[in-house]
Nanobody, 114 residues
Framework: QVQLVESGGGLVQPGESLRLSCAAS???????VGWYRQAPGKQREWVTS???????AYAGSVKGRFTISRDNAKNTVFLQMNNLKPEDTAVYLCTISRATANYWGQGTQVTVSS
C-alpha cells in the first residue's frame, strides 16, 4: 500500500502560477504517475501523465502551460501550473499505477479567480 499526499493548492488570480506536489509513502520509480482534476458538478478529467521512462503526455487544455515532473529519489511528483485560468479551478488528484496496483491521493483544491 502506498499513500499519496498532495499539497500546494490555493487561491490565485488568472495568469498566476502554482506548483503542486504529490508525496508518496513508498517507492514510485516503477509506477506511472498522473494528475487528474475534478471540478464541481463535472466528471474527473485526466490532466497529465509521466511514465517510468520520463515520457510525458498532456491534455490539450493544459499543454504548454502545465509541466509534470518526478523525483524518484524523493518519491515525489510535481505539477507546475503556469498562466492559470478560471477553468482550471478544480480539486487536483495525484495517482500512481502499474500493472498490479493503482493508488490515489485525496486531492488539493486549486481555485483561479479574480
Amino acid at each position: 500500500q502506498v499513500q499519496l499526499v498532495e499539497s500546494g493548492g490555493g487561491l490565485v488570480q488568472p495568469g498566476e502560477s502554482l506548483r503542486l506536489s504529490c508525496a508518496a509513502s513508498g517507492r514510485i520509480s516503477d509506477y506511472g504517475v498522473g494528475w487528474y482534476r475534478q471540478a464541481p458538478g463535472k466528471q474527473r478529467e485526466w490532466v497529465t501523465s509521466i511514465a517510468t521512462t520520463g515520457v510525458t503526455a498532456y491534455a490539450g487544455s493544459v499543454k504548454g502551460r502545465f509541466t509534470i515532473s518526478r523525483d524518484n529519489a524523493k518519491n515525489t511528483v510535481f505539477l507546475q501550473m503556469n498562466n492559470l485560468k478560471p477553468e482550471d479551478t478544480a480539486v487536483y488528484l495525484c495517482t500512481i499505477s502499474r500493472a498490479t496496483a493503482n493508488y490515489w491521493g485525496q486531492g488539493t483544491q486549486v481555485t483561479v479567480s479574480s
